[in-house]
C-alpha cells in the first residue's frame, strides 16, 4: 500500500510539473490560431484578434455585431440590412413602424442613413474595429447592382405572391450569390447618389411592391428628398476604402 501511494504521489508530481512547464515556457499556439502565454502565476491569456486579423477572411463580425461580407479588397457590404437592434444601438432610438429586433430598420430618411454610418464609424473605433483608410457609408447605385445581380424574386420579400402587411425578419429568404440577404424586396433601399439632387434614389423594391416594373432590377424610386421617410425606406450599411 505505502509502494502504492508514493508512486501516485510522484506521478501527480510529474505531471504537475509538465502542466507548468507547458504554461511557463513561452507562447503556445492554439487550435484557434491565437497564442497563449504563461506567466509565473500560470495564467493564459487570449490575443484579441484585430480588425486586421478579421478581415482576411471572407467575413467578419464588428463590435456593433453586424457581419460584414467581403464584395472586393476595397468593399465590404453588409449580410443583411441595417436591423433595428443595429440601429438602436447605434443611433439610440427606433422609429420603425413594423417593430422587432431582427426586423430591417424602416421609416429612416437618407440624412438619417448616412447620420448612422458616421456614428458607427466612431462607435466602432471607440472600440479599436475600425480599419484604417475605410469608413462605413452608403452603397453607390453601381455597388447595389453589382450586390443585387443574380438575386431572384422568390428570394425577394414582396407582395406579388399575397399582399404583405409589413417588413420580414432580415435573412428569411435565400442569400444571393455573394452572400447577402434581402439585396432586392423588404425595404427600398438608400443609395449613395446622387447627391447633388433635389431627391434621393432608392433601389430594391419593398414588402408591399407587386407591381412588375417596380419589380424590375432596373427600376428607380425617387423621393422627395434627404429628409423622406416612409415604412418602405431603409438600407444597408457598405464598409468601403475612402476614396473608391
Not at 460584414?68 to 427606433?94: F, H, R
Not at 443609395?191 to 432590377?217: S, T
Request: a positive charge; charged letters at 20%; hydrophobic letters at 35%.
Amino acid at each position: 500500500m505505502r509502494i502504492t501511494l508514493l508512486a501516485a504521489c510522484l506521478a501527480l508530481g510529474t505531471g504537475l510539473n509538465v502542466f507548468a512547464q507547458s504554461t511557463t515556457n513561452g507562447p503556445a499556439r492554439t487550435g484557434a490560431g491565437q497564442s497563449v502565454f504563461g506567466g509565473g502565476t500560470n495564467q493564459s491569456v487570449f490575443a484579441k484578434p484585430t480588425i486586421e486579423d478579421l478581415m482576411k477572411n471572407s467575413r467578419f463580425t464588428n463590435a456593433t455585431g453586424m457581419v460584414m461580407v467581403k464584395i472586393t479588397d476595397a468593399v465590404w457590404a453588409g449580410m443583411y440590412l441595417v436591423t433595428q437592434e443595429d440601429y438602436s444601438k447605434v443611433a439610440g432610438g427606433n422609429p420603425s413602424q413594423f417593430r422587432g429586433d431582427r426586423k430591417p430598420v424602416d421609416s429612416v430618411s437618407w440624412n438619417d442613413a448616412l447620420s448612422f454610418c458616421r456614428r458607427l464609424v466612431d462607435a466602432e473605433a471607440k472600440e479599436k474595429m475600425m480599419p484604417e483608410g475605410y469608413t462605413y457609408t452608403l452603397p453607390t447605385q453601381a455597388q447595389w447592382e453589382n450586390m443585387a445581380s443574380g438575386t431572384s424574386l422568390d428570394n425577394s420579400v414582396t407582395s406579388i405572391k399575397g399582399n404583405r402587411s409589413g417588413t420580414a425578419p432580415v435573412g428569411s429568404l435565400g442569400a444571393s450569390g455573394l452572400g447577402l440577404y434581402d439585396t432586392r424586396g423588404n425595404l427600398w433601399q438608400w443609395c449613395l447618389d446622387p447627391a447633388d439632387k433635389p431627391y434621393r434614389v432608392l433601389r430594391g423594391a419593398a414588402w408591399n411592391e407587386w407591381r412588375d416594373v417596380n419589380l424590375r432590377p432596373e427600376f428607380r424610386w425617387y423621393s422627395n428628398g434627404p429628409d423622406d421617410k416612409q415604412n418602405i425606406y431603409g438600407f444597408r450599411a457598405l464598409l468601403v476604402r475612402t476614396g473608391q
